[in-house]
């Protein structure tokens, strides 16, 4: 493990609770996937230490609901502080832990720094407001009150981004949190654990369990004490966690699969969508939720476009994540890359073309790495796996079309229902296919990431609730109406 590493994590990477490690006797192997070899080697709990985790939340939480808005805007801006002066460290450990190339880590940690700053910045926001009532002298006052206990599930595709995504508008608002992460990137959420005690966030705010889903991630989401479970991850786990928050009768905010289609029409500026295309599957060796899953050409520029996605797919260079010149690193874990695998075998039984593909590294160092090589497909049957089930990984299938009343429909058939792309100059067009796009989000002339100020929420079974925004705050706070009748 790298020095700068070393500043962040404990020797011993055990569970974060009540601003103090806690060792635990079971561990497991935290990988490098680029080489396969081991990092660290963290904790894996129990319900037992859900309890722990829950408790000092539940015993924190008050008093840190009793600190004013704006004092907890405080925290949240030395947290942030704390977060950019160690920039570098937490990059390259994100890129250790997780694959993906350095330069995206730099952007990652500053994406989390933007999302708690900007939540810090609701420490002076109205919490509350007069309603008319139809009685003199009285008044009717809603206002907004925390939820208690959150309870934050993770995944490791943007282990630091997510942990600040969940953990700024829950503080912000008074509650307190217990962020169970992925056994795959556990190491992400210890260091901004150690981060925020730096950063003088009183004991028991912020906690941390490692461990499985099945066991700590579920024993959370049962607790009689966690009053909001949130959780971005795989549409199978967020049914089982809705379903047993729907026992408890509390909220949940699911952000769960996305099959994102890109829609290029005959009138779009070829060379940026094409551009765009690959940038939008590619990043993050294709594992990010909005990435780009199916991209649907319009007939009269297809053979152009196709040019442009090839030129534009030779400048990917899959490598050393920490490499300056590595646009595109491995998959997270070996089950992921067989995924990958077995997902591109079937689309070329099912009569997909293979019409560019890369290249993985051939280093002796990167042999027990999860490399996949980048494709494009072609020519497959409207009915291909691959063009229904979420592939999170870098193969892109190229699907031509001819009317916008077809490409509509294709777009919207599928259990998704996240983000979507349209690239057109027609303003009409633009407006008239985004109006019907069953998709949370679309991106036009554009690609993402999401901004802090929107909502990033999906429909279907991409989820309920979401993150970001006032809406995404809204999530952690319940409201409150008092009646006043001030008459003498």
Same mark, same amino acid.
């Given at each position: ?61 008050? %008093?840190?609901?009793?600190?004013? %808005? ?93 942990? !600040? ?94 099959? !994102? ?46 040019? !442009? ?35 591109? !075998? ?143």
């Amino acid at each position: 493990m790298s020095p700068d590493f070393k500043k962040l994590l404990p020797e011993h990477a055990g569970h974060f609770i009540n601003n103090a490690w806690l060792a635990c006797q079971t561990t497991d192997d935290v990988l490098n996937p680029a080489t396969g070899e081991t990092i660290a080697q963290v904790a894996m709990g129990s319900k037992a230490d859900a309890d722990k985790a829950i408790s000092a939340a539940k015993n924190a939480q008050k %008093q840190w609901a009793a600190v004013p %808005q704006p004092q907890r805007a405080d925290y949240l801006h030395a947290f942030a502080q704390q977060i950019e002066k160690h920039k570098k460290a937490l990059a390259a450990l994100l890129t250790t832990e997780q694959g993906k190339p350095l330069s995206e880590s730099i952007g990652e940690v500053e994406m989390a720094v933007t999302m708690i700053r900007y939540y810090a910045g609701f420490g002076w926001k109205r919490t509350g407001h007069v309603i008319a009532s139809n009685h003199p002298q009285q008044q009717a006052i809603t206002k907004e009150a925390p939820l208690g206990v959150v309870a934050a599930i993770i995944p490791w595709n943007f282990p630091l981004a997510i942990f !600040a995504r969940k953990t700024a508008p829950a503080l912000i608002a008074g509650n307190t949190i217990v962020v169970k992460p992925s056994e795959n990137t556990p190491l992400c959420s210890l260091a901004l654990a150690t981060l925020s005690k730096a950063a003088g966030i009183p004991d028991g705010v912020i906690n941390v369990l490692c461990g499985e889903g099945s066991k700590v991630g579920d024993a959370l989401v049962r607790h009689p004490d966690v009053q909001l479970v949130t959780m971005t991850g795989s549409t199978r786990a967020g049914k089982i966690i809705a379903k047993n928050a729907a026992e408890k009768v509390i909220p949940v905010s699911l952000e769960l699969g996305g099959k !994102a289609p890109f829609i290029v029409l005959a009138d779009a500026d070829i060379e940026k969508a094409a551009q765009d295309a690959i940038d939008a599957r590619m990043a993050n060796c294709g594992q990010v939720c909005i990435c780009n899953e199916r991209t649907y050409v319009q007939r009269d520029v297809y053979d152009k476009f196709m040019q !442009a996605l090839k030129k534009a797919a030779d400048k990917v260079v899959v490598g050393d994540p920490m490499a300056s010149k590595t646009t595109m690193g491995p998959k997270i874990s070996a089950a992921e890359k067989s995924h990958v695998d077995e997902l591109l !075998a079937k689309s070329q039984k099912e009569g997909g073309t293979i019409f560019w593909q890369g290249k993985v590294p051939s280093d002796e160092k990167f042999k027990g790495g999860n490399w996949v090589a980048p494709t494009i497909i072609t020519d497959l049957p409207a009915n291909a796996t691959i063009l229904k089930e979420e592939a999170f990984g870098p193969i892109l299938p190229v699907v031509v079309f001819d009317t916008i009343d077809e490409v509509i429909a294709l777009a919207n058939d599928c259990e998704y229902g996240l983000s979507s792309y349209l690239y057109t100059r027609d303003l009409h067009a633009a407006m008239q296919i985004s109006d019907a796009l069953e998709y949370g989000e679309v991106y036009i002339n554009r690609y993402g990431p999401e901004e802090v100020n929107g909502f990033h929420a999906g429909w279907k079974l991409s989820g309920i609730g979401g993150d970001d925004g006032e809406h995404g705050y809204q999530l952690y706070v319940k409201q409150k109406t008092v009646y006043l009748n001030y008459k003498s």
